[in-house]
C-alpha cells in the first residue's frame, strides 16, 4: 500500500518531464548531449556565459547540456566548427560580436560567412566594455578621463592602452578616444581581458579597455579605477562612471552583444524551439542574477532580434575599421 504514492509521485514526474519536451519539439527531446560551442578559453565571459545558459537549458529541457570550448583567432575556430556542423540542432554556437561582426570586416578569409553559414537563434546577453586606469601611475587616486589625458600629455610616449585583441572594437576604441581628446595613444594588443587586468594593477601600461565583468572586481579593490563605459546610458551597476559621449567622445557606443546561432540548413521549427528555450532561462531570476553578477547583462530577443543586432553591430564595426584606415588583413 506505501507504494501506490511513490509509484504516482514518479508517474506524475515522467509525465511532467515528457510535457516539458515536447513543449520545445520532439527534436529537442532527445539525443545525445547538446553541444553549445564557444570561441574563447574556459574562464573568460563568454564561457561563463555559456555555462549558465547550458545549466538552464538542461533543466528546461530534461536533455544533457555541454560546454565545448574551441578557443582560437578570436572565435574563428569555433565558427568554422558549427559551419561544418549537422544542421540538426545537436550543436549550436554561442558568439559575441567580435567573431561574427567584426572578424568579417578585417579578416580576409576567417573561413565562414555569417550571412550564409549561420541562422540566429537567441539573443542571450550584451557584455558593455569599460576604460580603465591605473591611478597610482597617473598621481591621483581620484583620476578620471580628464586626468588621465593630462598625464598622457605629460608623458609623451607613454600612454599605452590595453586591449583584448587586435583588429578588435577596443582596439579601434583607442583611436576614437586618442581623435577626440587629442591624445598620443597606442594600442597594446593582448590575448583576453585577464592580462591587461594583471598589468594595469602592476603598472606595467597606465590603461586599458576591457569587459565590465573583468574589470569590476579589481575596481572594488581600488587597483584599477574604471573612468568610462561605452553604450547610449550609464550602468546601473556602476552609476557614477560616465559614457564615452558624456566626455565627449563619440563613436564607440555599441556594446558588445552574446548570441546563439545554428549552422545553415537547421530547420525552422527547431530553431523556434529553441528560441522559446532559450528565451526562458534568459529571463530567469536566476540566469539575470548570475550574469549580473558578473557585470553582465541578460537580454532576451528573438532570432529577428538577433539578426537585426547583429546588423546594427556590422554597420557599427564598418565604420570603425573605415575610419581607422585598417585593411583586411
Known amino acids: 500500500m506505501k507504494r501506490r504514492p511513490a509509484l504516482q509521485a514518479l508517474v506524475a ?3 511532467a518531464a515528457a510535457a516539458l519536451l515536447l513543449a520545445h519539439g520532439p527534436a529537442l527531446a532527445d539525443g545525445p548531449p547538446i553541444k553549445i560551442l564557444v570561441g574563447f578559453p574556459a574562464g573568460g565571459s563568454s564561457d561563463a556565459i555559456a555555462r549558465h545558459l547550458a545549466q ?3 533543466q528546461e529541457l530534461g536533455r544533457s547540456v555541454v560546454v565545448e570550448n574551441k578557443p582560437g583567432a578570436g572565435g574563428q575556430i ?8 549537422k544542421p540538426d540542432g545537436g550543436t549550436i554556437f554561442l558568439s559575441n560580436s567580435h567573431t561574427v561582426a567584426m572578424i568579417p570586416l578585417t579578416i580576409n578569409n576567417p573561413g565562414f560567412d555569417t550571412a550564409k553559414d549561420f541562422i540566429p537563434v537567441a539573443m542571450v546577453a550584451v557584455n558593455p566594455d569599460v576604460f580603465v586606469v591605473n591611478t597610482t601611475v597617473i598621481g591621483n587616486p581620484n583620476a578620471g578621463m580628464k586626468e588621465f589625458a593630462a598625464w598622457v600629455k605629460a608623458n ?4 599605452n592602452v590595453g586591449v583584448p585583441a587586435p583588429a578588435s572594437a577596443p582596439d579601434f576604441a583607442v583611436g576614437v578616444v586618442a581623435k577626440a581628446l587629442g591624445l598620443d595613444l597606442k594600442s597594446a594588443p593582448y590575448r583576453g581581458d585577464a592580462p591587461i587586468v594583471q598589468d594595469v594593477m602592476a603598472g606595467q601600461i597606465p590603461a586599458g579597455i576591457g569587459s565590465v565583468g573583468a574589470m569590476s572586481q579589481p575596481a572594488k579593490a ?4 574604471i573612468v568610462a563605459v561605452n553604450g547610449t546610458h550609464r550602468l546601473s551597476l556602476l552609476p557614477d562612471v560616465p559614457t564615452y559621449a558624456e566626455l565627449g567622445i563619440k563613436g564607440y557606443e555599441d ?4 548570441g546563439v546561432f545554428a549552422p545553415a540548413g537547421t530547420p525552422a521549427n527547431l530553431i523556434e524551439s529553441y528560441n522559446s528555450a532559450i528565451t526562458k532561462v534568459v529571463k530567469s531570476a536566476d540566469f539575470v542574477e548570475k550574469l549580473s553578477n558578473l557585470g553582465i547583462q541578460a537580454q532576451a530577443g528573438s532570432a529577428a532580434d538577433l539578426n537585426a543586432r547583429l546588423k546594427a553591430t556590422q554597420d557599427f564595426s564598418a565604420t570603425m575599421v573605415k575610419n581607422a584606415g585598417y585593411k583586411p588583413q
Open 13 to 15: 514526474s515522467a509525465s
Open 56 to 58: 538552464g537549458l538542461q
Open 78 to 85: 569555433a565558427a568554422q566548427t558549427l559551419k561544418g556542423a
Open 156 to 159: 609623451p610616449g607613454k600612454g
Open 222 to 225: 581600488g587597483k584599477l579605477r
Open 255 to 258: 556594446m558588445i552583444f552574446n
